[in-house]
């Protein structure tokens, strides 16, 4: 089964960018949907993209704009560019990936959104 790590997650300020990394191991992620969730303090976790085996993607009203989710089959990576970043935006970002309605996570990385 897939092993997801996630990175780039850190203190930003608002307006400012981050791009998240989700590296795969132990299968190829081009036979995976990929996602990115987050889960701020207090709160259930909640859905922020996803990008298909095709490459087709979707995002949460939230983030859509301002964020984009990328895949490279190659490197076995998905990414998260998150720009003009607002302290709503600070949560534990999570790589999920879905296949066969089996669904995969990684650890996690957090994004704080502070001045």
């Known amino acids: 089964q897939v092993q997801l790590v996630e990175s780039g997650g850190g203190l930003v300020q608002p307006g400012g960018s981050l791009r998240l990394s989700c590296a795969a191991s132990?299968?190829?992620?081009?036979?995976?949907?990929m996602a990115w969730y987050r889960q701020a303090p207090g709160k259930q976790r909640e859905f922020v993209a996803t990008i298909t085996t095709g490459s087709h993607t979707n995002y949460a009203d939230s983030v859509k704009g301002r964020f984009t989710i990328s895949r490279d089959n190659a490197k076995n990576t998905v990414y998260l560019q998150m720009n003009s970043l607002k302290p709503e935006d600070t949560a534990v970002y999570y790589c999920?990936?879905?296949?066969?309605?089996?669904?995969?996570w990684g650890e996690g990385t957090l994004v704080t959104v502070s001045s």
């Open positions: 999920n990936a879905e296949r066969d309605w089996v669904n995969y």
């Open positions: 132990r299968d190829t992620i081009s036979i995976y949907s």
